[in-house]
């Protein structure tokens, strides 16, 4: 057997030596467990396998390991076989950010587009990077094609920034991008999308979309094309980078969750796209100042980090990293592994320590690729540091024990998988296990995080498959094309028969259909909604409707809904959510309704469509919005609200051109809100907590009367002979109550505590969360309430309020939002409380300005009568009839909903 440009890699994790060999035309790992070999076969791209005797494996086993340095423990940057810089659209070569690039124009053969269909563009915008200021533009497909002297793994990463160039304008872009047989974006547009891009040195720049892809590349050639999505969009790319890897840098051999049993997940075959990538404790790592030799780049200081207390940085001299067996500079750069935050057990919560917690956006249904990069940096001895690793409230990782030797810090990865369906959010934790009794297990450490998104079965990282495959010529490949055809051509003739006598067969037993309209339960009386089990969600909503349309209101016929909504009109879109899009509809008889339509691909799906026809059918309030119905055909998850017409309250507080709210109009939204959430924690038959209280789900009508919408995540609160319900963190990120975060506990003061955020963004006008601003004013909470606190508030609120609001007004608004913001939900005062504040702020407002206009009425404020307990306004809504204002609108949920955990039960 002759091996020809061997490359060996070996790996001490816990129990197991492994050896990795390749040849060009086969790859065997060998498994030395306990003195034996086991040899797995993993790939083969030839069409002639032979078979190999284990002792030659042996042998060579043991000469490699005699006879070879292990390059492994060297800090030695690894230095790129192929790579390829290139500056899309430029005729020279450019230095920029330290790194040289290419223009295009200088590779010969480069670019396989005809000069018709590939244009060059450039800006003189002195603001755009000159990185940036050019572009290839596409009109039709277009490929470059990369060269590879040895196959093998390759980061590929892409720059777009639109600018506009002759008559082609940003909003015009649209395309997909293919590399090989991967689809990495599919219909993407930079105008309007909002695409999750890969943190990078360049994230300032809005607009910017960078993205980093992992792929492994067999042929002698990478080809990546642009593809726009219709004859009257085009395409562009600003920059490409195409860069080897050092073998084994991706390793499929990792920790799959839920069961985190160690097994392969078929990563040879899947593309990576780089989600996140954090140096923990550590500080920001360049592309020109990474030491790897791959260019990457690291995120710094504690970016995603949840918890702002309890930790402390640690670092060492980047000389003292000893990178062992199975480890290279390649994985991660010493500044990675010298660095890191280090749990402090002592600050804990009422006597529980808490977690490392880190929270990371990402896309719902696919596979996460998570490593997690340790190093000891404070013991000298083994034994002094076990904790736990927690992924999406699943333990991880038991009792990790780093190891130590005196004056030697050696650096640690361990590789997760996991599945996240219907999540927007990643979340990591490290910490003690629970119940220990050891102050020293608690202290916890990590010092590099990064995150993979995996390519799903159709070979895509961007929802489906862009469905062209890259171009190839070669005439051998006609058959197979021309044979896929005819057999599809067949297969569909048989589909469209199948169904023409499913059809047919259907209409001879449903002759006399079943009226659509089933009026809506004041109360939903004993109904509810039976569990669908998961092998039934798949067929979306249609099984839902045999156990619910007899108390859930008019089932709407798609053909109504259609339209309706001018066959869903993109131009009568009035909101996009976390469910999906939201169009204004008008029915035959004139009525103007609000549709929601549920995106397949969305975060959100049928248990969140039960949850919202169960739960509105049970309710009848003013201040809650009213479903009108549904539909479920044709696999369709839509429901239908009564219009609001002057949509979310976020939209009269920042971000668009409407005249700003008075600061009387705020009160009365806000006293609005709160009597709907103290109707739904009181008044109905059952407690129900929202459990996503925002700004986005408070809706205004016609007459600014405020309505609470979303009941998506709602909850059946606590039993009488209980005090919380226990359930999976579900809200949306500053919005969360931190108690409920760390315990899994629900009450109804966790919509409390969401509710003081709301107040905060009422009073200040600005987002609960912002990454933009400086660290100590992003959260809204915490920030708010640090002025709060000095009794400086006025000097924050929204500049459109000052002079308008009375200080006693607002010292007794800032009271009751720092209540409602009490880390502890025994502090929170109940919503019903709430709401009695409120009514006095609004009465201390109308009293000052009745003050400035009649003098003779300074004392009114002093002489205000002691409120009454709030007015059980239901008792008079439980028996509205069924009709439904027309000119209501429920919007959709602006920002995707986010899932995530508290401190996990090992198990």
């Known amino acids: 057997m002759f091996l020809s440009a061997v490359q060996v890699w070996w790996q001490d994790e816990e129990f197991r030596d492994w050896l990795y060999f390749q040849s060009d035309g086969w790859k065997l790992e060998a498994y030395l467990r306990l003195n034996s070999v086991y040899i797995k076969h993993r790939t083969c791209r030839s069409t002639m396998m032979g078979l190999y005797s284990t002792m030659p494996i042996i042998l060579l086993y043991f000469w490699l390991l005699i006879t070879t340095t292990d390059l492994a423990t060297s800090q030695d940057g690894y230095t790129p076989h192929d790579e390829y810089l290139i500056k899309c659209g430029y005729w020279e070569n450019a230095t920029i950010d330290d790194r040289g690039w290419q223009g295009d124009f200088t590779f010969s053969g480069l670019l396989s587009s005809s000069s018709r269909n ?36 390759f980061w590929v990463r892409l720059y777009f920034y639109p600018f506009n ?13 293919m590399a090989g047989e991967f689809t990495l974006l599919a219909n993407v547009k930079p105008s309007t999308d909002n695409v999750i891009s890969t943190p990078s040195i360049y994230e300032g720049m809005t607009g910017l979309i ?8 067999t042929e002698s050639s990478l080809e990546v094309s642009f593809i726009p999505s219709s004859n009257t969009s085009y395409a562009f790319i600003n920059a490409i980078e195409v860069v080897s890897c050092p073998f084994g840098l991706v390793i499929d051999e990792v920790y799959s969750l839920p069961n985190a049993s160690v097994s392969s997940i078929g990563l040879p075959f899947m593309a990576l796209e780089t989600m996140h990538r954090i140096n923990v404790g550590g500080p920001l790592i360049t592309p020109s100042n990474d030491t790897s030799g791959l260019q990457r780049t690291w995120l710094g200081d504690e970016h995603n980090l949840l918890e702002i ?9 980047t000389t003292s990293i000893i990178y062992g067996s199975g480890i290279s500079v390649a994985f991660a750069p010493p500044l990675v592994y010298s660095t890191a935050l280090e749990l402090n057990s002592t600050q804990g919560v009422n006597g529980q ?15 996460y690729l998570i490593r997690l990069h340790f190093c000891e940096l404070v013991y000298a001895t083994s034994g002094k540091r076990d904790f736990n690793v927690y992924i999406q409230n699943q333990t ?27 999540l927007t959010t990643l979340f990591i934790q490290v910490g003690a296990p629970p119940n220990s009794e050891s102050a020293e297990l608690s202290d916890a450490i990590m010092n590099g995080i990064e995150v993979w998104k995996l390519s799903n079965s159709d070979k895509s990282l961007d929802g489906v498959s862009a469905g062209l495959p890259p171009s190839n010529n070669a005439k051998n490949n006609l058959a197979p094309v021309i044979g896929g055809v005819a057999g ?6 048989l589909v469209v028969l199948v169904i023409c006598c499913f059809c047919r067969q259907r209409a001879k037993v449903v002759k006399h259909p079943m009226s659509s309209w089933v009026p809506l339960p004041v109360h939903g009386g004993g109904h509810s909604i039976s569990v669908i089990s998961k092998t039934t969600a798949v067929s979306g909503a249609g099984s839902y409707a045999s156990s619910a349309q007899s108390s859930m209101g008019r089932i709407f016929t798609f053909t109504e809904i259609s339209e309706a909504t001018h066959n869903f009109d993109e131009t009568l879109v009035i909101g996009v959510g976390g469910f999906g899009k939201v169009y204004q509809g008008e029915f035959e008889d004139g009525s103007t309704v609000a549709i929601k339509r549920g995106n397949p691909r969305s975060e959100q799906g049928i248990m969140e469509f039960r949850t919202e026809i169960d739960m509105l059918s049970k309710l009848r309030h003013r201040h809650l919005v009213s479903l009108i119905g549904y539909c479920n055909e044709n696999r369709e998850m839509i429901l239908v609200y009564e219009f609001m017409a002057n949509g979310p309250l976020r939209s009269h507080l920042y971000g668009t051109n409407l005249p700003p709210l008075s600061w009387r109009q705020r009160l009365e939204i806000c006293i609005g809100s ?43 609160g606590p039993s009488l002979d209980q005090t919380h319900v226990s359930t999976a963190v579900k809200g949306s990120f500053g919005y969360l109550d931190p108690e409920y975060f760390r315990r899994q506990q629900l009450t109804d003061k966790s919509d409390v505590y969401s509710f003081g955020v709301v107040l905060m963004e009422v009073l200040c006008a600005r987002p609960a969360i912002n990454p933009a601003l400086p660290r100590d004013q992003v959260n809204i909470a915490e920030w708010a309430m640090q002025w709060q606190k000095r009794g400086t508030l006025d000097q924050i609120i929204d500049p459109h309020l000052v002079g308008a609001i009375s200080m006693e007004s607002l010292a007794k608004f800032g009271e009751i939002a720092e209540k409602c913001l009490a880390e502890n939900g025994s502090s929170r005062p109940s919503m019903g409380q709430v709401l009695w504040s409120l009514e006095h702020c609004l009465q201390l407002q109308d009293a000052s300005v009745t003050q400035e206009g009649n003098e003779e009425n300074a004392d009114r404020i002093s002489e205000l009568p002691t409120l009454p307990p709030v007015q059980e306004e239901w008792e008079l809504n439980a028996v509205m009839d069924n009709s439904f204002g027309d000119d209501d609108q429920e919007d959709a949920t602006m920002s995707a909903v986010f899932s995530r955990m508290v401190r996990p039960n090992a198990n």
């Open 309 to 317: 207390v309890g930790w402390t940085p640690i670092n060492d001299s």
């Open 396 to 422: 991880a990782y038991k009792l990790l024990d780093l190891g130590a030797s005196p004056g030697q810090y050696h650096a640690k990865f361990i590789d997760f998988s996991v599945t996240l369906q219907q």
């Open 488 to 493: 599809g051509g067949a297969a569909f003739l």
């Open 674 to 716: 709160a009597r709907g959430l103290h109707y739904l924690h009181t008044g109905a038959n059952e407690s129900i907590i929202h459990r996503d209280v925002k700004t986005t789900n408070i809706l205004l009508d016609d007459n600014f009367v405020a309505k609470v919408s979303d009941f998506g995540l709602s909850k059946t």
């Open 353 to 367: 320590p808490l977690n490392l917690s880190w929270i990371f956006p990402i896309k719902s249904n696919y596979m």
């Open 165 to 177: 160039f002759e008559t082609f304008t940003t909003a015009s872009a649209d395309f997909s991008v």
């Open 118 to 153: 590939s244009i060059n563009a450039s800006t003189t915008n002195s603001s755009i990077g000159a990185l940036f200021n050019t572009a290839r533009i596409f009109t039709n497909r277009a490929s470059y094609v990369f060269r590879v002297s040895e196959p093998g793994r």
């Open 210 to 217: 960078f993205k980093e892809y992992n792929l492994n590349v």
